[in-house]
Structures are given as C-alpha cells and as structure tokens.
C-alpha cells in the first residue's frame, strides 16, 4: 500500500483486541523492542456483520499520527467488504487518542501500522473518577494522602500551579473497556469505595476511584 509522503513512515505491528458491542474497546500489546505512540482512549467500533464473520476478525490499518498523539488520517490495507462498514470504523479511529510522537519523529506526525484483531466482549460498567499526576513522584504524594485518610474530591478540586487545571475530575459511568488492558486489569478488581494505586497512562499517572453505584 502507497502512502503519501508527509512525514516519515514507521511500521510498527500491535494488537489490539475490539468487542463488537456498545461500549467496545481495546488492549494494546507492542512487540519487544519497538517503540510505539501508547493507546490513552478509545472510541467504540461498529459491529461486522459481513458474510462469513465468525466473531473474530484480523486487518490491518494505516494511522497518522500527529506529535501530540491525536490521529490526522486513517487508511485500511483493504476493505472489509462493506463500505459503510469501513467509514464508519475510521471516524471512530480518528478519535482515539494516543501517546505524543518521540521528539526525533518527523514535526508534522508519524504513519505507523497497526494490525487490528476484533473480539467480542461484554461491556464493563463502572462509577469513576480520576486524579491524574504528570510525574511519578507526584503519583505517589497524591496516593499516599489517599491511603491516609484525604477526601477524594478535596485533592480533585485542588489546581495544579503549572496550569491552574483541577487535578482531578468524576468521569460518571464509564465502560472500563475503553482503556487499555493494564488499566482495566486494575478496574476489573476495583471494588466500590476502593482507589487503584497510580497507573501509567500515556504519559501521565493516574489514580482511579470506583465510586457506588449511587451517586
């Protein structure tokens, strides 16, 4: 497959694992020794209902991504068999969000190819909030007031001095399966009332909370 010639090409092979339900999302696994933008966040994709489909399905996809990680363009090696199909699976894509580009990428962004394998799973639902840490150390501060005791939402609505952003926020029910499959190894265990530790996430750490089901 030709592709333009707007930045430099990186073939790079990941697998991703889809659910065909509402609420899909996605594990990225990168072969050793490659260096590859991280998944951050997922859109869901439609169901494949092309003849043949037995519930499993394996193509492969063209991303260009740009140097803060969101994605310009998308291209499939080829088409499933149904154009709506295709269209609808690359305005999803465009959403996803994912790690910036390495600083000795190419300034406007990067194609790297993707091997997608699509698998059904049954959506996860769950009360959440996060805090997000820009280093690791800060990750643990912020955990460490967690475990003593601190209210989640006093450290939540507290500004980071960089930004003056909050550093943290209550997502409302999410579908754990939109993150990739570290995070929602941890969420699966998450009971209500619980904090994870801090989870790499992008280029970020982030500490859950799984609120009940009441609020």
């Given at each position: 497959m030709l592709?333009?010639?707007e930045g430099v090409y990186m073939r790079i092979y990941l697998l991703l694992l889809f659910i065909f339900i509402y609420g899909c999302a996605a594990t990225i696994e990168t072969l050793p020794d490659r260096v590859a933008p991280r998944i951050v966040s997922l859109t869901s994709l439609p169901p494949l209902t092309t003849p043949g489909h037995t519930g499993q399905t394996e193509f492969k996809a063209f991303f260009y991504i740009l140097p803060d990680g969101s994605v310009e363009e998308i291209r499939l090696e080829k088409s499933s068999g149904d154009a709506s199909w295709d269209s609808a699976a690359i305005d999803s894509m465009k959403q996803w969000c994912f790690t910036s580009l390495p600083a000795d990428t190419h300034p406007r962004g990067q194609w790297v190819e993707y091997t997608i394998r699509i698998m059904v799973e049954d959506p996860i639902w769950r009360q959440l909030g996060e805090l997000v840490a820009h280093t690791k150390s800060e990750a643990d501060s912020l955990y460490m007031?967690?475990?003593?005791?601190?209210d989640f939402y006093a450290i939540a609505h507290q500004k980071r001095k960089d930004t003056n952003d909050e550093i943290?926020?209550?997502?409302?029910?999410?579908?754990?399966?939109?993150y990739p499959e570290h995070v929602r190894n941890?969420?699966?265990?998450?009971?209500?009332?619980q904090c994870t530790a801090p989870i790499p996430v992008g280029n970020h750490y982030v500490i859950y909370k799984r609120f009940k089901e009441d609020i």
């Open positions: 592709i333009g010639n007031l967690i475990r003593e005791g601190a943290g926020r209550y997502l409302g029910t999410v579908d754990i399966l939109r941890e969420l699966r265990k998450l009971r209500a009332g």
